[in-house]
Nanobody
């Protein structure tokens, strides 16, 4: 199982970006999907999560600006980021909790991360 994230890049403050992350491999079921961010030398911080049933949760700094969504058929999670600020400049990582075929419990997988740079 692999997660491939994309969509990062350079944007001006106030602009928008959409990140996506797709799981590939022999997968039985995907449960929760999430986006984290990691500043240099710091631990990963949760940005947004979406459950299998579609319930969403956001960190305070993302509320009202970011929207997480998922396409179950494509095994893909998205993060629509609006009104971006320079402090949103960081690597964003996707996280899936899923059951690979042949397993009977949830496993956690991480994407490699995609860099978002917001210029002032």
């Amino acid at each position: 199982v692999q997660l491939q994230a994309s969509g990062g890049g350079l944007v001006q403050a106030g602009g928008s970006l959409t990140l996506s992350c797709t799981a590939s491999g022999d997968i039985f079921r995907v449960n929760n999907m999430a986006w984290y961010r990691q500043y240099p030398g710091k631990q990963r911080d949760l940005v947004a999560t979406i459950t299998r049933s579609g319930n969403r949760d956001y960190t305070d700094s993302a509320k009202g600006r970011f929207t997480i969504s998922r396409d179950a058929a494509k095994k893909t999670v998205y993060l629509q980021m609006n009104s971006l600020k320079p402090e949103d400049t960081v690597v964003y990582l996707c996280n899936f909790q899923l059951i690979p075929n042949g397993f009977n419990s949830l496993q956690t997988y991480w994407g490699r991360g995609t860099l978002v740079t917001v210029s002032s």
